[in-house]
Protein backbone atom coordinates (compact mmCIF):
# COMPACT_ATOMS: atom_id res chain seq x y z
CA UNK A 1 0.00 0.00 0.00
CA UNK A 2 1.32 3.39 -0.90
CA UNK A 3 -0.33 5.51 2.11
CA UNK A 4 -1.03 9.07 1.64
CA UNK A 5 1.51 11.10 3.53
CA UNK A 6 3.48 13.63 2.90
CA UNK A 7 6.49 14.33 5.53
CA UNK A 8 5.86 18.30 6.18
CA UNK A 9 8.55 18.73 9.23
CA UNK A 10 10.81 16.26 10.99
CA UNK A 11 12.84 18.39 13.20
CA UNK A 12 15.72 16.89 15.66
CA UNK A 13 16.41 18.85 18.79
CA UNK A 14 19.29 18.40 20.94
CA UNK A 15 18.71 19.06 24.34
CA UNK A 16 21.71 18.78 26.70
CA UNK A 17 22.76 19.62 30.20
CA UNK A 18 23.95 22.79 29.09
CA UNK A 19 22.85 26.60 28.04
CA UNK A 20 21.51 26.83 24.50
CA UNK A 21 24.67 27.64 21.82
CA UNK A 22 22.26 30.55 20.38
CA UNK A 23 21.95 31.93 23.80
CA UNK A 24 23.01 35.56 24.02
CA UNK A 25 24.71 36.00 27.17
CA UNK A 26 27.00 39.06 28.44
CA UNK A 27 30.79 38.41 27.74
CA UNK A 28 33.77 40.48 28.91
CA UNK A 29 37.44 40.95 28.48
CA UNK A 30 39.93 39.18 30.57
CA UNK A 31 41.15 42.97 31.89
CA UNK A 32 37.28 44.32 32.42
CA UNK A 33 37.50 47.07 30.04
CA UNK A 34 34.91 46.10 27.99
CA UNK A 35 31.48 43.74 28.05
CA UNK A 36 29.11 43.13 25.13
CA UNK A 37 26.16 41.10 24.16
CA UNK A 38 26.47 38.02 21.90
CA UNK A 39 25.77 34.41 21.07
CA UNK A 40 28.62 31.70 20.83
CA UNK A 41 27.82 30.41 17.22
CA UNK A 42 31.01 28.02 17.08
CA UNK A 43 33.68 27.64 19.01
CA UNK A 44 37.44 26.28 16.55
CA UNK A 45 39.86 24.54 18.69
CA UNK A 46 43.93 24.40 17.20
CA UNK A 47 45.45 22.32 19.85
CA UNK A 48 44.73 23.78 23.42
CA UNK A 49 43.47 26.86 22.07
CA UNK A 50 40.30 28.18 21.59
CA UNK A 51 38.58 30.91 18.96
CA UNK A 52 34.89 31.92 19.99
CA UNK A 53 32.65 32.97 16.90
CA UNK A 54 30.37 35.86 18.52
CA UNK A 55 27.67 37.05 17.43
CA UNK A 56 27.07 40.74 18.74
CA UNK A 57 23.61 41.24 19.61
CA UNK A 58 23.72 44.86 18.48
CA UNK A 59 25.49 44.28 14.73
CA UNK A 60 24.65 40.34 14.08
CA UNK A 61 28.30 40.30 12.95
CA UNK A 62 30.03 37.56 13.76
CA UNK A 63 33.53 37.85 15.46
CA UNK A 64 36.69 35.57 16.03
CA UNK A 65 37.85 36.31 19.34
CA UNK A 66 40.57 33.68 21.08
CA UNK A 67 38.91 32.93 24.23
CA UNK A 68 42.63 33.94 26.09
CA UNK A 69 41.37 37.58 25.51
CA UNK A 70 37.77 37.10 27.83
CA UNK A 71 37.35 36.47 31.13
CA UNK A 72 37.38 32.89 33.00
CA UNK A 73 34.12 32.63 33.55
CA UNK A 74 33.56 33.04 29.33
CA UNK A 75 36.45 31.02 29.00
CA UNK A 76 34.57 28.00 30.85
CA UNK A 77 31.23 28.56 28.80
CA UNK A 78 33.38 28.56 25.59
CA UNK A 79 34.98 25.31 26.60
CA UNK A 80 31.49 23.65 27.79
CA UNK A 81 29.93 24.60 24.62
CA UNK A 82 32.79 23.58 22.45
CA UNK A 83 31.75 19.86 22.60
CA UNK A 84 27.75 20.85 22.39
CA UNK A 85 28.51 22.60 19.35
CA UNK A 86 30.81 20.06 17.15
CA UNK A 87 28.26 17.61 17.98
CA UNK A 88 25.27 19.49 16.49
CA UNK A 89 27.20 20.33 13.37
CA UNK A 90 28.39 16.36 13.43
CA UNK A 91 24.70 14.58 13.66
CA UNK A 92 23.78 13.15 10.81
CA UNK A 93 19.40 12.47 10.47
CA UNK A 94 17.45 10.87 8.26
CA UNK A 95 13.62 9.84 8.78
CA UNK A 96 11.75 7.75 6.97
CA UNK A 97 8.19 5.94 6.85
CA UNK A 98 8.57 2.29 7.81
CA UNK A 99 6.46 0.29 6.15
CA UNK A 100 3.80 -1.61 8.33
CA UNK A 101 0.97 -4.28 7.01
CA UNK A 102 -2.44 -2.78 6.00
CA UNK A 103 -6.11 -3.76 6.20
CA UNK A 104 -8.76 -3.08 3.63
CA UNK A 105 -12.45 -2.84 3.95
CA UNK A 106 -14.65 -2.18 1.23
CA UNK A 107 -17.95 -0.48 3.41
CA UNK A 108 -20.58 1.24 1.02
CA UNK A 109 -18.50 0.43 -2.09
CA UNK A 110 -15.68 2.34 -1.28
CA UNK A 111 -12.37 0.70 -0.15
CA UNK A 112 -10.39 1.88 2.97
CA UNK A 113 -6.77 0.77 3.55
CA UNK A 114 -5.54 1.24 7.18
CA UNK A 115 -2.19 0.75 8.32
CA UNK A 116 -0.31 1.10 11.00
CA UNK A 117 3.39 2.39 10.68
CA UNK A 118 6.11 4.28 12.77
CA UNK A 119 9.08 6.09 11.37
CA UNK A 120 12.09 4.95 11.09
CA UNK A 121 15.09 7.58 12.25
CA UNK A 122 18.63 7.06 12.02
CA UNK A 123 21.34 8.53 12.99
CA UNK A 124 25.27 9.34 12.88
CA UNK A 125 27.51 10.98 14.73
CA UNK A 126 30.42 12.05 12.49
CA UNK A 127 31.89 14.75 15.00
CA UNK A 128 34.56 13.86 16.99
CA UNK A 129 32.96 13.76 20.19
CA UNK A 130 30.60 11.77 22.14
CA UNK A 131 27.23 12.44 22.67
CA UNK A 132 27.69 11.61 26.37
CA UNK A 133 24.00 13.03 28.09
CA UNK A 134 22.29 14.25 24.96
CA UNK A 135 18.77 13.33 24.49
CA UNK A 136 17.62 13.77 20.77
CA UNK A 137 13.83 15.42 20.65
CA UNK A 138 12.02 15.21 17.70
CA UNK A 139 8.59 15.79 16.21
CA UNK A 140 7.51 14.13 12.87
CA UNK A 141 4.24 16.23 10.95
CA UNK A 142 2.63 14.61 8.28
CA UNK A 143 -1.03 15.25 6.64
CA UNK A 144 -3.58 12.21 6.16
CA UNK A 145 -7.17 12.09 4.38
CA UNK A 146 -9.97 12.66 6.36
CA UNK A 147 -13.17 11.81 4.53
CA UNK A 148 -15.78 14.41 4.45
CA UNK A 149 -18.57 12.80 2.49
CA UNK A 150 -18.72 10.23 -0.34
CA UNK A 151 -16.98 12.64 -2.48
CA UNK A 152 -14.90 14.88 -0.93
CA UNK A 153 -11.93 14.85 1.20
CA UNK A 154 -9.67 17.12 3.25
CA UNK A 155 -6.42 17.26 4.61
CA UNK A 156 -5.99 16.76 8.55
CA UNK A 157 -2.65 17.56 10.03
CA UNK A 158 -1.05 15.60 12.63
CA UNK A 159 2.39 15.55 14.81
CA UNK A 160 4.14 12.74 16.15
CA UNK A 161 6.56 13.89 19.04
CA UNK A 162 9.12 12.17 21.54
CA UNK A 163 12.56 11.66 22.08
CA UNK A 164 15.54 9.35 21.77
CA UNK A 165 18.09 8.70 24.67
CA UNK A 166 21.57 9.29 22.66
CA UNK A 167 23.51 8.57 25.47
CA UNK A 168 26.69 6.65 24.63
CA UNK A 169 26.31 7.39 20.82
CA UNK A 170 30.59 7.20 20.26
CA UNK A 171 31.94 9.33 17.50
CA UNK A 172 31.51 8.05 13.80
CA UNK A 173 28.65 5.87 15.16
CA UNK A 174 25.13 5.31 14.59
CA UNK A 175 22.29 4.82 16.33
CA UNK A 176 18.87 3.48 15.13
CA UNK A 177 15.40 3.45 16.30
CA UNK A 178 11.50 4.26 15.43
CA UNK A 179 9.21 6.39 16.63
CA UNK A 180 5.57 4.97 18.06
CA UNK A 181 3.14 3.87 15.62
CA UNK A 182 0.84 6.53 13.79
CA UNK A 183 -2.53 5.16 11.94
CA UNK A 184 -2.15 5.43 8.14
CA UNK A 185 -5.45 5.35 6.13
CA UNK A 186 -6.76 6.08 2.36
CA UNK A 187 -10.18 6.13 1.45
CA UNK A 188 -11.01 5.74 -2.27
CA UNK A 189 -13.74 4.16 -4.41
CA UNK A 190 -13.52 0.62 -5.22
CA UNK A 191 -12.24 0.04 -9.07
CA UNK A 192 -14.84 -1.20 -11.32
Known amino acids: MKPILSISAAVLLLAAGVASAKEVREFSKADG ?7 LVDVQIKGDKYVAMLERADTKKVLAV ?4 LSEADQTHIKEQASVLALAKGLQVHIAPAKGKGETATPTGRRVTTSEEAFSIRIRNGSPVPAEGVTAK ?19 EQRESGSLD ?11 GKTQGVTLSSDRPNPG
Open 33 to 39: SAVFQAA
Open 66 to 69: PAEM
Open 138 to 156: YQVVWRKDVRVDANTSKKE
Open 166 to 176: LEGLASKKEFT
